[in-house]
C-alpha cells in the first residue's frame, strides 16, 4: 500500500459529461443486450478529450478556490489525445493561463490513467515538491463500434490534490496499485481496432482489482463493510456487479457511484466519474473506497474520507449534467464520432 | 491562421483576456494598445467573465471553407456582463431554438482544423 509522509487531501472535483446521448439500445451492437435503458454520452462535433479535459479541471479549481498561480502540476490521463505528438497537459496550461513552472504531462495507453495521474499526483504533493496538483481524465471514444467498446463513452474528469487542511473536502487515507501484464484487451499502433481475449479478459479484471483492493484494506486494517460508498471499475454491468458480489459489498454501498447506466464508461476514468457522483452527494465523516481497473495496466485502489468541509461547496454539478441532455440517433451518432477522429472539427 | 499568430492569440482566444483602462475603466476585446474611449495607453489585462446574453443570431446553412462539418450552425452577437459585445460560435445548440436576450456562457471547443493543427478558441453555449 502506498502512504505518503503528509497527509493528502482533496480541495475540489469537477466533471464534464457532453449534452449528447446515444441510448445503447440503439447501438446496431447492442441488439439483445440485457441493458436496453443504458445510455452513453457523445461528443458533440467540436469537442475532444481537451475541450472536455479543459471544462473538468475549471469546475475543479472553482470549487477549490485555489488561484492558478499555486498549481504546480497538471497531470492528464487519456486514451483520445487529437494529437499524436502534443500532450494535452500542456495545451490546457496555456488555456488555463498556467503556462510556464508547472509540471504538465500525459498519461497514456491505459483505461485507468487517471487514477494513474492521482497516484504521481499524491506522489508529487505528498514529497513536497509542489503545493497543489491537478489530476485530470479526459477521453472520447476510440471506435464506433467493436466489442468491449458498447458502453465506450466521453467525459471528463478533475481532482484538485494539496496537502490535508480545513479547507480539504476529503482526505486520501492510502493508495494501491496492482499492476499484471496481461492481453486482456489491447490494440496494435496503426489500428483503431481493439482486440479482447473474451472471457479470460473478465478474469484479469477480478483479479487485478481483489489484488489491489486486498492490498489496501490490509494495510488500513479495514474490511469493505466499513465503507459508505464503494465505486468499481464500470466497463459494463455484469462485470460490475460480479465484482460487488466477490468483494462482499452490499447494493446500497454501490448505488450513488454506479454512474454506468446513465454516463456511460469513460475509458480513462474507468469509475473516477463514480468518485465524482458520490462526491456530489457524500455526508461528512463518510468513507468512500474506489477501484480503477485498465485493460493491459492493472488496478489502483484509494481509500477516502470525507470531511466536513464538504457541507459547504457547491455541489451537484455533475448530477445536474447526467440529467441535462439531447439524444442523437446512430446516424447522427457515426457522424459526430467521423467528425471526432480526425476529420474537421 | 499561422502557427505563431494562433500561439500570439491564444489568450483572447482560450482564456477571453481583454484590456482594462487605468484611466477611465473602459473595457476592449480584443486588447487594445490605446484606449479608444479616452485614448489612454496606461492598459492592464484582463480576463472577462465570459458571461452575457444573445443579442442576435443567425443559423448558417452554407458555410465557408474549414467550417463544412458544422453546418448547419449558428454565430451571435454576445453582449458580456462588462458591456463588449463579441461576435461568435454557439455551440451546443438546436439552431432553432435560439431567442434574443438568452443567457449565454464561454466554453472552449474545437473552431477548426487547418494547416495541420487544431485551432481551439471561444464560442458560447445556452447557460
Redesign the interface.
Known amino acids: 500500500m502506498f502512504r505518503t509522509h503528509a497527509r493528502i487531501g482533496i480541495e475540489g472535483f469537477g466533471a464534464y459529461l457532453p ?1 449528447y446521448r446515444i441510448r445503447i439500445r440503439d447501438l446496431p451492437l447492442a441488439h439483445g443486450s440485457p441493458s436496453p435503458d443504458f445510455e452513453k454520452a457523445i461528443c ?5 478529450a ?2 472536455m479535459a ?2 473538468a479541471v475549471e469546475r475543479a479549481l472553482r470549487m477549490a478556490g485555489v488561484g492558478r498561480g499555486k498549481i504546480g502540476s497538471i497531470l492528464c490521463g487519456t486514451s483520445s489525445n ?2 499524436s505528438g502534443k500532450p494535452i497537459g500542456t ?1 490546457l496550461s ?4 498556467m503556462e510556464g513552472a508547472i509540471l504538465a504531462a500525459d498519461i497514456n495507453f491505459s483505461g485507468k490513467s487517471c487514477s494513474e495521474a492521482l497516484q504521481l499526483c499524491l506522489g508529487l504533493v505528498g514529497s513536497g515538491m509542489v503545493d497543489y496538483a491537478i489530476a485530470s481524465g479526459s477521453d472520447s471514444i476510440p471506435e464506433p463500434g467493436g466489442k468491449g467498446a458498447t458502453y465506450s463513452s466521453c467525459g471528463a474528469a478533475a481532482f484538485v490534490i494539496g496537502r490535508e487542511s480545513g479547507s480539504s473536502i476529503a482526505s486520501i487515507e492510502g493508495s494501491s496499485t496492482w499492476v499484471m501484464d496481461a492481453l486482456d484487451t489491447w490494440s496494435v499502433r496503426g489500428s483503431a481496432q481493439r482486440r479482447n481475449s473474451g472471457r479470460f479478459a473478465e478474469r484479469v479484471l477480478a483479479q487485478c482489482v481483489i489484488a489491489s483492493v486486498k492490498d489496501l484494506l490490509s494495510g488500513l486494517g479495514l474490511s469493505p463493510g466499513d465503507f459508505d460508498h464503494v465505486v468499481l471499475p464500470q466497463s459494463d454491468p455484469k462485470s460490475a456487479l460480479d465484482l460487488a458480489k466477490r468483494l462482499g459489498l452490499k447494493p446500497e454501498q454501490m448505488e450513488a457511484g454506479f454512474v454506468l447506466p446513465k454516463a456511460g464508461n469513460v475509458e480513462s476514468l474507468s469509475g473516477l466519474l463514480g468518485l465524482i457522483a458520490v462526491l456530489d452527494v457524500a455526508k461528512p465523516s463518510e468513507r468512500i473506497l474506489v477501484a480503477t481497473f485498465g485493460s493491459g495496466a492493472g488496478s489502483d485502489s484509494f481509500s477516502l474520507l470525507v470531511k466536513d468541509a464538504i457541507e459547504g461547496r457547491e455541489r451537484g454539478d455533475f448530477l445536474n449534467q447526467v440529467s441535462k441532455k ?1 439524444y442523437i440517433d446512430h446516424k447522427a451518432y457515426l457522424k459526430f464520432l467521423n ?1 471526432n477522429s480526425g ?3 | 491562421m499561422s502557427v505563431p499568430n494562433y500561439l500570439r492569440e ?2 483572447r482566444r ?2 477571453m483576456e481583454g484590456t482594462r483602462c487605468k484611466g477611465c475603466g473602459a473595457i476592449h476585446f480584443p486588447p487594445r494598445a490605446v484606449c479608444d474611449r479616452c485614448g489612454g495607453r496606461d492598459l492592464e489585462r484582463e ?1 472577462l467573465s465570459g458571461t452575457g446574453e444573445l443579442v442576435a443570431y443567425t443559423v448558417i446553412m452554407y458555410p465557408p471553407k ?5 453546418a448547419p450552425y449558428a454565430i451571435g452577437i454576445v453582449q458580456l456582463k462588462e458591456g463588449v459585445r463579441i461576435l461568435s460560435q454557439i ?2 445548440c ?1 439552431p432553432m431554438e435560439l431567442r434574443e436576450g438568452m443567457r449565454v456562457e464561454i ?8 494547416g495541420g493543427f ?3 478558441g471561444y ?1 458560447f453555449r445556452p447557460v
Open positions: 449534452k458533440g462535433p467540436d469537442e475532444d481537451v475541450t479543459k471544462e487529437p494529437y495545451i496555456k488555456a488555463l493561463g439531447a467528425r476529420g474537421s472539427a | 491564444a489568450p482560450q482564456r480576463e474549414g467550417f463544412e462539418n458544422q455551440a451546443d438546436d466554453v472552449i471547443r474545437r473552431i477548426r482544423e487547418d487544431i485551432e481551439y464560442k
